[in-house]
């Protein structure tokens, strides 16, 4: 007994010096953050190929190699790539061999400084040995390859155009390069989008084709399959490998009308593309996506949303289309009340090649599977191909992230995150058990000291009630009083949820309560919660977030004089609303913001030609757009306010947010700091440059730092301070 009380008590030590060797997160951990893209199951099953992504040894950019690890998790992950740009993983039918693609450059980043990245190529890996070769030279890129059923041909897209080839041809015929002009002639109403920039009309995303050549030395030419001034997408081989299916939206201007999509199939040889059936799928928002064939090939399957009548949110559903029979796609899910489809956000999903899911038809084509947001949670589910029954495959407080299936449907694997695991691989028992079979983190994450964040169901004004977290200090004491931040999501139409999120880890490490909560507008609660803030964004959302708040601040540990509000996109508008509607915050920071939904209407670089947000354009209904703009309300706002902006964001422009509210508080004489961020775009939380990522983190929690915790930072002293003391006033 005496010895079996020593072990215990030896136990106990042992665990208590083991949490006490844990450490806070930092800012600068996500250094060393490992994140899993886009897993590919083996036809057998035995094996999954994913891209691990990395920070790269100047930690501005990201490396994405090839690794591959045994579903029985019997063996450690082993890489398979040397390259660093190595991503888009395809299994050959035989499970012989890769196809993937590989690129040169960082597309995006500053890595190379004004050099034109080369055009990434496609490339095979034999799995008997030896290394990767590629299999194409074009003068664009190569993406998306699939290999047809028999294995001997691969599809994949390329906007390359006649010219580009004719220029490339006679460049390597030796002949000096022909100036490119780089003026910008522009005819359509979009015509830059976030992350790309400038869009190129004379360039489309068109389906090309070519025969897989037998080896390194052997030779093969892609040939283009589809042309034309509107772009194809996720193409699919028919069963017999004789033509191939896609989805497009042939209509130059869409923005006219309501979203639609047409699928369409072409013949492997080339010739007229036919439009499948009658199927003229008009008032599905955004198009479709992840479309799939089933196993006989006579019925694809994809989400979509109906968009009729026009609202602001449309929930996603999954349809089938029955090609055989020439009908109209039926709605399986029109009676579930969750997004087909949609997931929760984090910061932290990869970077890079994160992958795109696909709707997994069962070997009997009796049963569909899929993601779901449903109420903060990212699940996996099945539905029945014919009822629409929904049935639940994962459980527990996490998010399904991306899933894949064995050719025989005999193994599932599913990449999932939760708040205390970025991604890690699982294979999903039929039973709904989850074994891992990598553990890219786990030299980092045994480190630091994680907890995971209190669920929070309360009621809002009007009785509805809203779903939040509370991520709390790791030394968390009840009896003390904290600092609070409200962390808004952006969106609107978006969720937090039980995911990763570094950005909440770390302010939580640096002493602060962060209260993010789903008011109003968020998905994963239905579609009438979603829709309700048409033409009332923002505002009772605001008054959901402010329900939050009280709820929190009532249990006794936060400071109500230590307030602090900040969040991205609609939540860096939503921000921006904040503070101009109450003097309760003593510190906001506004993040890719927008201030004035006029100058935002004409510059975003997608329309709102539709009435999703408003029912008129501004010069027709122009008090309506005064009225919703935060800008409108300036002279209200006395909290200290951060701007942070990307320089390339074309979703919500600086001019129209940030830089506004910042030179109207500056003419005020109101604490204020802009602070930009060269090169990049709306993706700067989530896939900015590694440096950038972390710099914004630290101007954030430096700004509440300085306005909630009493923390000088010169770094934002007003260029009056010595003649105006109420601008350098601190908390007390």
């Not at 994962?394 to 970025?422: F, L």
Request: hydrophobic content about 35%.
């Amino acid at each position: 007994m005496r010895r079996c009380a020593l072990i215990a008590f030896v136990a106990l030590c042992c665990t208590f010096a083991f949490a006490q060797t844990k450490r806070p997160i930092t800012d600068k951990d996500l250094f060393e953050f490992q994140w899993i893209g886009d897993p590919q199951v083996s036809p057998d099953g035995s094996h999954v190929v994913f891209v691990r992504v990395t920070v790269n040894e100047k930690k501005d950019g990201y490396d994405t190699g090839l690794w591959m690890v045994a579903t029985s998790g019997s063996e450690s992950p082993v890489r398979l790539t040397n390259g660093k740009r190595d991503s888009q993983p395809q299994w050959s039918p035989d499970g012989k061999w890769i196809a993937f693609v590989r690129g040169t450059a960082d597309i995006g980043g500053t890595e190379g400084g004004n050099r034109k990245p080369q055009p990434s190529q496609l490339a095979l890996l034999s799995l008997a040995g030896g290394e990767a070769w590629t299999i194409t030279d074009l003068p664009r890129s190569a993406t998306n390859p699939i290999w047809s059923p028999d294995g001997k041909q691969i599809a994949f897209l390329c906007d390359a155009n006649p010219d580009d080839l004719a220029k490339k041809q006679k460049k390597d015929g030796g002949a000096e390069p022909e100036h490119e002009s780089d003026v910008k002639v522009i005819t359509r109403a979009i015509y830059r989008f976030n992350g790309t920039g400038y869009t190129d009309p004379t360039r489309h995303q068109h389906i090309w084709i070519m025969d897989v050549p037998m080896g390194s030395d052997a030779k093969s030419t892609p040939k283009p399959l589809t042309t034309g001034n509107f772009d194809e997408q996720e193409p699919t081989f028919a069963l017999d490998g004789k033509s191939i299916l896609y989805h497009t939206n042939r209509n130059p201007e869409p923005y006219y009308d309501l979203p639609k999509s047409e699928i369409m199939s072409i013949a492997t040889t080339g010739g007229t593309p036919q439009l499948l059936s009658t199927v003229h799928l008009g008032g599905l928002l955004g198009g479709i996506g992840e479309m799939s064939l089933s196993p006989d090939g006579k019925r694809l399957a994809f989400v979509g949303s109906v968009q009729q009548p026009v609202r602001s949110y449309t929930e996603p559903d999954m349809w089938v289309l029955d090609i055989s029979q020439k009908s109209e796609p039926v709605n399986l899910t029109v009676k579930y009340d969750y997004d087909v489809g949609s997931g929760v956000g984090g910061d932290n999903r990869a970077p890079r090649a994160a992958g795109r899911s696909r709707v997994i038809w069962t070997k009997d084509g009796s049963r569909l599977i899929a993601v779901v947001a449903k109420q903060g949670r990212a699940i996996l589910v099945s539905i029945d191909a014919q009822t629409g029954d929904v049935t639940e495959l994962t459980h527990g407080n996490q998010a399904v992230e991306d899933y894949e299936s064995s050719q025989d449907g005999s193994t599932t694997v599913i990449n999932v995150s939760t708040p205390t695991m970025i991604d890690e691989l699982f294979v999903l028992g039929k039973d709904g058990s989850q074994r891992q079979i990598t553990n890219i983190n786990q030299t980092l994450f045994s480190e630091l000291n994680l907890t995971e964040p209190e669920e929070l169901w309360y009621t809002s004004f009007d009785g509805k009630k809203i779903q939040a977290w509370i991520q709390k200090p790791p030394d968390f004491d009840p009896a003390k009083k904290y600092p609070l931040i409200l962390n808004i999501h952006g969106g609107p139409h978006a969720a937090y949820g039980w995911v990763f999120d570094h950005e909440f880890q770390w302010m939580a490490a640096k002493g602060y309560v962060v209260v993010y909560p789903n008011p109003r507008g968020s998905t994963s609660y239905g579609q009438d919660f979603g829709n309700i803030i048409q033409y009332h964004y923002p505002g009772d959302d605001y008054k959901d977030l402010m329900a939050g708040v009280d709820e929190v601040v009532k249990r006794g540990y936060v400071d109500s004089n230590k307030l602090g509000v900040t969040g991205g996109s609609g939540g860096g508008l939503l921000t921006d609303w904040t503070v101009g509607q109450t003097h309760r915050f003593h510190a906001a920071v506004a993040q890719r913001d927008i201030a004035d939904w006029t100058s935002w209407w004409y510059t975003a670089d997608f329309t709102l030609f539709q009435p999703n947000w408003f029912k008129a354009p501004p010069f027709d209904d122009p008090q309506d757009y005064i009225k919703r703009s935060p800008i409108t309300f300036i002279k209200n706002v006395d909290t200290p306010m951060m701007f942070i902006l990307g320089d390339v964001d074309w979703r919500t422009p600086p001019q129209s947010g940030g830089e506004q509210m910042f030179r109207a508080l500056k003419y005020m004489h109101r604490p204020t700091v802009m602070v930009h961020f060269p090169g990049e775009s709306h993706e700067l939380s989530r896939s900015g440059q590694p440096w950038h990522r972390v710099e914004r983190l630290d101007h954030i929690v430096g700004w509440f730092d300085k306005w909630l915790m009493g923390i000088p930072n010169p770094a934002y002293n007003m260029p009056s301070d010595e003649s105006n003391p109420a601008a350098t006033k601190t908390v007390e």
